[in-house]
């Protein structure tokens, strides 16, 4: 492969302490020299003037559904969404048909990438045989396997004796276990956040407490063993209060938040707006504010995206029965620009690091970095680009999102996966 000296951007490198004009140079794939200035040198020379140059972003909640739901998303639509969004690593969720539960499903989602060759697409094995809460996987299997973490990730494990057995088991092999926090019994039935919003549309609630109840025992759970949670999709504020305080005891506990809970409160679904419908649902203002603040001082360790792809006849539903899940690789970048980088609550720089350090760390890759020697997975932003939402123009298969037909500033303008792109 040739040399591709990329020249002039303003390169962000949160990794490696970055942020100012630098240039590139890509040799067979690999990162190869960054300097304030490269000589081309016979290398093909790709102007990157008025543009970021960042570390390909890492996505550590993707629903690709593949195996058994090709209708909502494959992995091959997964991947290219994701280059879209910036994105050169998705952990792909295990809620497929059947889950991530054995060694087989782990090898054809490993398989399957590999043949496609469009970005790192890293498996999340089941913590319970078919997400069912019951009876715990075979984690030596499953981290052998290649797994990253394990999470029952559209099911909470509510059995706090499991939790607790599957957090000591966990331990022995370093790794996160990823606990989608709602108590089952509190959420029963519910499909928006329990607040003025549904009592006005009549429909059923989830209070915030399904979420914080399940944070607060987790957090217990890892202290008493010193094993390692991880919880997906934060949405209230008691919840950051409580991982903070657990922080600050010295914890094994980390945290992510998605772009939507980040952007928008429940007032979203009014008028009924289903593509808002998300597990777990959006809340209040203030805990929008509480999430932000979160993220701002470090309780919140990453973004990640809850990528959630359904089918338009599934989410075209009446409210109730509509599934809940947001089409979100493609808007992740342009969504936390508006929230995040606009309003000054986060700098680029660290804008860059939560999409694409810090979910590699906690996912134990050697990505999210433009040091020499690492692939070359290097995402081009043009920051002051505006541009509208049309879910219909996606790669991915889910053309659903709360933000369709909002002009958002920045874009992602290239995305190359080990050089090529
Ligand atoms: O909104 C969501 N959709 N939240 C989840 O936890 C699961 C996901 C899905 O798989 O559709």
């Not at 939507?260 to 419908?277: G, M, Q, R, Y």
């Not at 037909?405 to 190359?416: E, F, K, P």
Request: glycine share 10%.
């Amino acid at each position: 492969m040739a040399k591709l000296l990329i020249r002039g951007g303003h390169l962000i490198d949160p990794a490696n302490g970055r942020d100012g004009r630098f240039d590139l140079l890509l040799e067979r794939g690999k990162i190869a020299d960054v300097q304030p200035a490269i000589p081309a040198n016979g290398a093909r020379v790709l102007d990157a003037a008025n543009q970021l140059v960042v570390p390909g972003f890492v996505d550590l909640h993707t629903h690709l559904r593949q195996p058994g739901r090709e209708d909502k998303e494959t992995i091959e639509s997964g991947c290219l969404a994701a280059l879209r969004g910036g994105f050169t690593a998705v952990c792909a969720m295990p809620n497929t048909t059947p889950p991530t539960d054995h060694r087989g499903a782990v090898d054809f989602i490993h398989r399957e990438a590999q043949r496609l060759g469009l970005a790192a697409v890293h498996p999340i094995g089941a913590i319970t045989k078919d997400r069912q809460g019951k009876e715990l996987t075979d984690f030596g299997e499953l981290f052998g396997a290649g797994c990253i973490a394990l999470s029952d990730d559209g099911h909470p494990v509510a059995d706090a004796w499991l939790m607790r057995r599957a957090l000591e088991y966990a331990k022995v092999f370093g790794r996160p276990l990823i606990q989608h926090a709602e108590e089952p019994r509190l959420a029963a039935g519910g499909v928006v956040h329990e607040g003025l919003v549904s009592t006005t549309l009549g429909l059923r609630g989830i209070p915030s407490e399904a979420e914080s109840v399940l944070v607060s025992r987790d957090i217990a759970l890892a202290e008493l063993t010193g094993g390692w949670i991880h919880f997906a999709h934060l949405s209230c504020a008691q919840s950051v209060e409580l991982i903070r305080q657990a922080k600050r005891r010295g914890a094994r506990v980390t945290c992510e938040v998605t772009p939507h809970h980040l952007a928008l409160t429940h007032e979203a679904v009014e008028a009924f707006n289903a593509d808002a419908k998300v597990n777990p649902p959006l809340r209040t203002e203030p805990d929008r504010q509480a999430l932000l603040e979160g993220l701002q001082d470090g309780t919140i360790d990453c973004i990640a995206t809850d990528h959630a792809p359904h089918t338009e006849w599934e989410k075209a539903a009446d409210f109730d029965s509509a599934p809940f899940g947001t089409s979100g690789l493609e808007t992740a970048l342009a969504v936390c620009v508006e929230t995040l980088v606009a309003p000054g609550r986060l700098s680029w720089s660290r804008l860059i690091e939560k999409l694409s350090a810090a979910p590699a760390k906690l996912a134990g890759l050697a990505a999210g970095t433009l040091s020499v020697g690492a692939e070359a997975n290097v995402t081009f932003i043009d920051p002051s680009a505006r541009w509208t939402v049309d879910p219909q123009r996606f790669a991915s298969k889910g053309k659903h999102s709360p933000f369709a037909g909002c002009t958002l500033t920045g874009a992602v303008v290239r995305t190359l996966y080990r050089g090529v792109g």
